[in-house]
Nanobody
Framework: DVQLQASGGGAAQAGGSLRLSCATS????????VGWFRQAPGKEREGVSC????????YYADSVKGRFTISSDNSKNTIYLQMNSLKPEDTAVYYC??????????????WGQGTQVTVSS
């Protein structure tokens, strides 16, 4: 199984920045789409951003476009989420998720542990 280790959460002021990291134990990210979800208290988990390990294509939720940037370091099999211009509504537990694909089909999903992000106004 692939292990995901999320880190980088913490507290920030509104307008500040944090960077999350998701280190994977995958041999290669070529067959993976890796992304971040978040869950605020009393709310459902929502997708924030993801990146394809094969072609680098990215997705962002409308709520974070222009503020968050996802990137990957394939030499380290690690994904980063740079979060700028943070807002109190970004407060949530952030989870790293990896989907493994083969022949265009989803084969397996892995979740990492959550990391808390708290933004104060």
């Amino acid at each position: 199984d692939v292990q995901l280790q999320a880190s980088g959460g913490g507290a920030a002021q509104a307008g500040g920045s944090l960077r999350l990291s998701c280190a994977t134990s995958a041999f290669s990210l070529d067959n993976y789409v890796v992304g971040w979800f978040r869950q605020a208290p009393g709310k459902e988990r929502e997708g924030v951003s993801c990146i394809s390990g094969s072609d680098g294509s990215t997705y962002y939720a409308d709520s974070v476009k222009g503020r968050f940037t996802i990137s990957s370091d394939n030499s380290k099999n690690t994904i980063y989420l740079q979060m700028n211009s943070l807002k109190p509504e970004d407060t949530a537990v952030y989870y790293c998720k990896a989907d493994r694909f083969a022949l265009g089909n989803l084969r397996r999903t892995y979740w990492g542990q959550g990391t808390q992000v708290t933004v104060s106004s």
